[in-house]
């Protein structure tokens, strides 16, 4: 008997240990009085309940609500004796520096993975605050109907065209990543919350980005491209291209960038060159197929590298 009361005084002491030590880490409630701030913000606080920074357990109950409201509002006391006079410290109004509204977010998010570089990152440096793109207390539960959304979430692309309109425009065009089909996301290839590598991505270089989807464009190839090694972008728009395939230009348009006077005519476009001329070959009309349809890809189809033997390999013929 003596063991079991022993134990039982024992497990009571750290019982109570425990809620005091909990207790303790516990944002201690700020408000003066048992209103909560309901009373007032009723349409901030329905949609904070409903988000992934509502306190879980004690909803509802004033201390709760108003120990909420304080960890990043501050201290509401003041506002709550007198709304009309004292305003919280922290209001996330527009004209407060950027880093100081970043910095109450940064108090629990610091820790993130994603956060590593945000100080590093374009849009930590262009003053971006974290309200610009996420809801710090919740949205609505009603759905947003738009077009391509089939939840009542919007996608994603939604958000970033906000500040990146010329790159809206890109999406929009013929050829284009599945971005407003909700098949590719811009954090897909971008890191918005900061990195090291040219345009926040999430790869080290823009190939390595664009070869996580596009396997087998990786080689290694007997016969490389050298355009293709060096980088994607020297051919292709990532966001969308009114040509073919993303293209930058329209082949061999594009092609000639480079290979200029190169075993084939320069002047494509001439008036003997580019397309079927009627006549015979006589008389300077014979019909020329060489830029037809896919033009220079007719032939050499490898574009991206080639692993066959000969010259059908260095010319990317196959």
Known sequence: MRVRAFIAGVCASLAAMFAANAAAQQPAPSAASA?????????????????????????????????????????????????????????????????????VCLKCHQQARQLTFWDSGKHGLNDVTCGS??????????PRIGPFVTTQRALEYQTC????AQVRGQILKASHHPIIEGKVACSDCHNPHGALSPKMLKSESVNDQCLSCHADKRGPFVFQHPAVQEN???????????HNNL????????????????????????GNQGFPQPGTASTGGASNTRFIARSCLNCHNAIHGSNAPANRGKFLTR
């Open 232 to 242: 994607c972008l020297s051919c292709h728009q990532p966001h969308g291209s009114v």
């Open 133 to 142: 793109c996420h809801s710090i207390h919740g949205k609505g539960t009603a």
């Open 247 to 270: 293209l930058n230009e329209k082949v061999p348009n594009l092609c000639q960038d480079c290979h200029d006077w190169s075993r084939h005519p320069g002047t494509i476009y001439s």
């Open 161 to 164: 065209n906000t500040c990146h």
């Open 35 to 103: 209103q909560i701030c309901a009373t007032c913000h009723q349409e901030y606080v329905n949609t904070f309940e409903k988000g992934p920074h509502a306190a879980r357990g004690a909803k509802g109950t004033p201390a709760a609500l108003n120990a909420e409201c304080a960890a990043c509002h501050g201290d509401v006391s003041a506002h709550l004796k007198d709304p009309t006079k004292a305003k919280p410290p922290m209001t996330f109004a527009r004209t407060q520096p950027a880093g100081e509204q970043n910095a």
